[in-house]
């Protein structure tokens, strides 16, 4: 234990001693970068008006001093604006860049790796550490500083759910080990100024929501900024190298040894170390942040050179696997071939889920048939409203969920109700008026609706699927998620899937594949009402790249999926990477 202590700071006080240090040699470094840079382009520019005015030389005696303190000025002046803009917002783009949200503790996953990061708290004698979580189903790891300069570590869904517990502990360690020495401040500074880039770059290159004008005058804007743009990637591409060709691989090294010091399991590091690598960790456009990964997202292509000891700031993955490897009397294809035998007894322990009518009695099948032809039945009770559309014709009918979900309502539109053969303005009915205070207050449109199945209007119930809590119908097995929690079901695969499923994914997978047999396979979907708020689904596809139906409910954030969509989902999600 002294061992492990003599390699951390003494103190708090001594890490922020230690940032103040890195601090000023950045910002040296950041004025001497601007120097150059800004020197070379004015120099340029010089020579090329000498070329248009002979005999004019910019840099003899007595204009060089104003050259020279003009480039001083220039170069200090965008330090400073640089530098405190990094300070000031360079963290918060970093965690909304990547999505990540505080763990919740609701969440078994969520919670153990809350359990971890408390223990290796304490293990290294930091006063305080924040958890995040990031929506990805890679496996992959960061440390940061956070908004208000407290140290925090992120993981990523697909690590939550790749990773044991040993080698949860081993990545928290890692991760502890960076903020410790110093190189999280140094890498999240780092990040924060080429960050300033890469929000000029996004802001030239958004298009305004809402434009007036020809078509012509948005063609000129785009061709307007597109140079700006290249040049902010430009010179958040360069200022990256710059300043991690200052940073030494050891630290990651130094890390990683350290890690072992306060985990005492150099076999586990290893293991999650390889599993990242496997997945490629990548986690969309985040070329700013990769010196804070545990694994940088174009890992498979550095090898152990000169050049990549020069401009990258992770060493190979197979040297790291190495000398991990090398502390326990290993090799690497030992602790390679251990993660594959423990994936082989993941997979022989998951329970298989069968489809929904599999196994099921012709008794039953025919009981939940009467139930949705019922649930039918009384929904078209309920369809007594028509809208009159702009060319005067009447549109529907529809149920009150439905005809306030409509894009076209507005209070002032004129309906019909076809119950009490009355028309007027939608605000003259008090149904509707009801309904839209309802909506106000965040109530349900029909509370005697709330919680029941949309397709056989069986009362939900709550349950646990991959760890996250959804509802679930009772007959037909349709099941209600959230949208924040897909990334977490896809990401988990405690469960195991028979046959008759994987044929229907299959299915669906020959279908994405070839769009004339879309109509025949995907099922065609009634509109329904969402089981919370109580307006109309949305029939839309999944996303752009799994586009078969589901019902969605952009109010209340959920997606129902009718009976085996959703193992279908996490079925065509596993096949695509395998």
Known sequence: MAKTQSNLPASYWELQKKQKSISAFLFILLFVFYLAAFGLLLAVILLGTQVFLPGSNPFSSPHFYLYAAGIISIAAAVTVINFLQAKKTGTS???????????????????????????????????RLKTYII???NVNSLSLLDRDNIPAIAVTEGLLAEASRDELQAVVAHEVAHITKGDTFLFTLICSLTAFYEKLKDSLEKEPEYQQGP???????????????????????????????????????????????????PAALSRIIYKAWVANSYLGDTS??????????????????SWSRLFNTHPPVEKRLGLLAAMIHRSVEEIKNEVRHQEKLREESRRVIKASTEGDSPEKEKAILNLKEQAENELHKTEVWEIRQAKGQWAGPYTLGALI??????????????????????????QIRFALYRQVKNQPVDPASVNRCPVCQAPLQKSFYEGVQTKTCPVCSGRLVSMEDIEKILARQEYDFSPQLKEKA???????????????????????????CGLQLAVKPFNYYYVFPVYKCYKCRVIWFEPDELEILQLLFKGRDE
Do not use: W
């Open 288 to 305: 700013i942040l990769m010196p804070l990964f545990l694994v940088p997202p174009d890992s498979k292509e550095i090898a152990d050179s």
């Open 506 to 532: 299959s299915l669906y997978q020959e279908a994405l594949l070839d769009p004339g047999k879309r109509n025949t396979t995907f099922p065609q979907k009634k509109l329904k009402p969402c089981p919370s």
């Open 405 to 430: 979900s409509l894009p076209a309502f507005s209070p002032a539109v004129r309906v019909r109700n076809l119950k009490e053969n009355r028309e007027g303005q939608a605000r003259e009915f008090p």
């Open 135 to 137: 929506p990805s189903v």
């Open 215 to 265: 078509q012509l005058s948005r063609s000129s804007h785009r061709s307007t900024s597109a140079p700006l743009a290249y040049v902010a990637s430009s010179i958040s591409f360069l200022l990256i190298k710059f300043l991690t060709m200052l940073v030494s691989q050891n630290r990651e090294l130094l890390a990683d040894a350290t890690a072992v010091e306060l985990s005492r399991d």
């Open 93 to 127: 783009y970093i965690l909304s860049n990547l999505r990540a949200y505080p763990p919740d503790p609701g969440d078994r996953y969520h919670l153990s790796f809350i359990n971890v990061a408390d223990e290796m708290k304490i293990s290294s004698g930091l006063p």
